[in-house]
């Protein structure tokens, strides 16, 4: 369980307004080709919330039904790729969302998403986004390009580590056998 944290605490300031926000989801490349009414109803059905630095937004494994949308802040997003083991894949600035896996897919989070330091960020629902969708179906292929591309970006990182481990072994086999060998 996470704690609730009130969104005045985040990123030092003000919130937002709802016009601020229209703004800066306006922004994104995902949501550009929406009209300020569209806007104002994504907002509207979406949340504030806040994030101290260390704190886990996301946790890879568990189910979601929303994406979030950044503000402020930066946030780390990290990948497990062994038991004991958990890489860093990327940094996420102010403008850019993450967990849109989850909210098209209906899938648990591929990825922990933790904030570097003081984060505010919109969360969007999958019912605010349904009602967009219907508005707007055109959208729907923006949002599968993201999602293809992040997918893309996590099997990347799974074949790269394949290959760390295989040549790390062929670095460990050769160590052992030369050693017996003598060569």
Do not use: W
């Not at 996470?2 to 937002?16: H, I, K, N, T, Y």
């Not at 929406?34 to 568990?62: F, M």
């Not at 969360?123 to 959208?139: F, H, I, M």
């Not at 999602?147 to 295989?166: I, K, M, P, W």
């Amino acid at each position: 369980l996470q704690p609730r944290r009130s969104a005045q605490r985040a990123g030092g300031g003000d919130l937002p307004s709802q016009e601020e926000c229209c703004e800066a989801l306006s922004h994104n490349q995902l949501l550009s080709d929406l009209t300020a009414l569209q806007l104002r109803q994504l907002v509207e059905g979406s949340r504030l919330v806040s994030y101290g630095p260390g704190e886990a937004i996301v946790n890879e494994g568990a189910e979601g039904a929303s994406m979030f949308h950044l503000l402020r802040g930066r946030v780390e997003v990290l990948k497990q790729v062994e038991p004991d083991r958990t890489v860093p894949v990327r940094e996420l600035g102010p403008g850019e969302v993450f967990g849109e896996m989850t909210l098209f897919l209906d899938a648990p989070r591929t990825a922990t998403v933790r904030a570097l330091e003081e984060c505010l960020l919109l969360r969007v629902g999958r019912e605010g986004v349904r009602s967009l969708l219907e508005q707007n179906p055109a959208l729907l292929e923006r949002f599968a390009a993201l999602v293809s591309a992040r997918q893309s970006e996590l099997e990347s990182l799974s074949r790269e580590r394949r290959e760390e481990q295989t040549n790390a072994l062929m670095e460990t086999m050769k160590r052992l056998f030369f050693a017996f060998t003598g060569v």
